[in-house]
């Protein structure tokens, strides 16, 4: 007989990949099915997705995860309650409404084409660079959304036409998901969360609406923007066409903080995210701290429409498990990502060699957009091995960078330590499963780094959000996390503590030679 349970649908959008997960009201896992996508690169530091690929991907994925969970048994069909999204942020699509076409591909989060319009902003803005961190927390750069849709504005003749015509739309990948979950052409809806939207450079942070004066200072139509929603509401149900039709859409969330609330960071608690980049992110309450450090201010998650909003102090890495594909699709030092443990854990130290993955620029605390990789302390006793490691140690290195800004940031009081005295930093995503380099983080960091039973919290945290709304979890249940934390898997430093400020000096030297070499001659 068939189990019929309350369950809870996940869609988990990355930049290199979309996943359905299934959770049953305990929050297990039940189905799931992942597929791949293909990343374009047109040109030097360009990165973008088809937006229509990342629909069908969602399809595939929705429909294989149902069938898997059916064949274990479960009644899916009957027992779905609702569905929580969660999706990489920033990455920006612009579409026309009475096609349901893409007008472009979706420009992703680590493209830096808009360099050239952030520095003319920066020129002409009385604030330069941080002109808008008052409204929004966030300087102007290549990685937030603003600058993208700007760049469409300026140089897609089909997004310039449908603008004039009253036939764009505008969003980042959950506005583009909901619009067709929801309908698309038939009425789909047009809406973002907050979370989603305090990364687009154009939502005030304290009314959490579009900030009217930054609209008119980039000459954005407002009639592009979708409508801006709480994390955790019912926003609609999903559409004819679909294979879980009238199902509510109940949670959206971007991905770190999705990642936040999977690890049920309370005020004071951090997490770190590993990826293609590496998102960290310091739950600070209802309190918006702003950086002095070269972080972030952003919004951590809003749990219903009538819910306090959380904030958070962000540090985002553009390049961390990216370093580790380009390892293996580019120099061909390994032949699979999981193969960097093994060849690293061959030498137990990089041999003097420090590696800087600055590909496109620096992302926090150092904000270097002229930044270019390097590899450094090269010897003739250098080895794959040696390279391996380095390549671990710069993600580890890029989050101690990050977290010691936090530091300054948040004070003592800002910050929950155990009863040690020690910062935990609880970590998640696919690379955290690599004990080398978990062991590495917590030797850098001189603290314990937390890894959860169930490392890919994002999904879980968009499923958390959904499964709220619709009175399958209350808020007591997904923050007590008590239980959860003794199936966790702690890392303490054993690192040299001497050793350890040597290593973090040469880590500094190193990314000074990052700087200013981005017209280096091809």
Not at 272 to 297: D, M, P, R
Not at 329 to 340: C, M, N, P, T
Request: aromatic share 8%.
């Amino acid at each position: 007989m068939a189990k019929t349970d309350a369950f809870i649908g996940s869609i988990d959008q990355g930049t290199t990949s979309t996943r359905f997960i299934i959770y049953d009201k305990h929050a297990k896992a039940i189905g799931s099915h992942q597929i791949e996508f293909t990343q374009f690169c047109p040109k030097a530091g360009w990165v973008e997705h088809d937006p229509m690929e990342i629909i069908e991907s969602v399809k595939v994925c929705i429909s294989k995860a149902i069938d898997k969970a059916t064949a274990d048994g479960y009644n899916v069909d009957k027992g779905l309650k609702g569905i929580g999204i969660t999706n990489q942020r920033e990455t920006t699509v612009v579409w026309s409404k009475s096609t349901g076409l893409a007008l472009h591909n979706a420009i992703v989060w680590m493209d830096v084409r808009t360099t050239s319009i952030c520095r003319k902003l920066e020129k002409e803005l009385s604030g330069g660079k941080t002109h808008f961190l008052e409204s929004c927390g966030l300087p102007i750069s290549t990685y937030f959304s603003a600058l993208k849709l700007l760049w469409l504005l300026e140089n897609v003749d089909a997004v310039k036409q449908a603008v004039n015509k009253g036939d764009a739309l505008f969003g980042t990948i959950d506005s583009w998901l909901i619009w067709n979950l929801t309908g698309g052409v038939n009425n789909g809806l047009h809406v973002t969360d907050v979370s989603n939207a305090s990364r687009t450079m154009l939502m005030n942070l304290k009314t959490l609406n579009w900030d009217e004066k930054t609209l008119e200072t980039l000459k954005i139509p407002k009639n592009l923007l979708p409508k801006i929603v709480s994390n955790a509401e019912v926003i609609g149900h999903i559409a004819k066409g679909w294979v879980i039709p009238g199902v509510p859409i109940s949670g959206c969330l971007g991905d770190q903080h999705a990642a936040m609330l999977g690890q049920s960071c309370k005020k004071g608690e951090a997490k770190s995210t590993y990826g293609t980049g590496a998102f960290i992110l310091l739950n600070t309450g209802e309190q918006v701290i702003k950086s002095t450090h070269g972080l972030l201010t952003t919004l951590a998650f809003k749990l219903g429409k009538d819910a306090p909003t959380n904030y958070a102090l962000e540090g985002s890495i553009a390049i961390a498990g990216a370093a580790v594909q380009w390892l293996r699709d580019s120099l061909g030092i390994i032949s699979s990502a999981k193969e960097i443990e093994e060849l690293a854990s061959k030498v137990d130290s990089t041999g003097g060699v420090y590696f800087v993955p600055a590909f496109n620029g620096l992302f926090a605390p150092w904000w270097r957009d002229d930044a270019r990789g390097v590899l450094i302390g090269i010897t003739r006793f250098t080895n794959k091995s040696h390279i391996a490691r380095a390549v671990l140690e710069s993600m580890c290195f890029q989050v101690k960078d990050v977290l010691d800004s936090m530091h300054k940031d948040a004070g003592e009081k800002g910050e929950k330590k155990n009863d040690k005295g020690q910062f935990l930093l609880r970590v998640d995503g696919g690379a955290t499963a690599n004990n080398t380099l978990m062991q590495i983080q917590a030797d850098l960091l001189g603290n314990p780094v937390v890894r959860p039973a169930d490392i890919e919290t994002t999904a879980l945290g968009a499923a958390y959000a959904a499964g709220l709304a619709v009175g399958v979890w209350t808020e007591g249940e997904i923050f007590a996390n008590g239980e959860r934390l003794k199936k966790d898997t702690t890392f303490n430093p054993v690192l040299n503590e001497d050793l350890r400020k040597k290593k973090v000096a040469s880590w500094c030297k190193a990314v000074e030679r990052t700087f200013d070499l981005a017209d280096l001659s091809l």
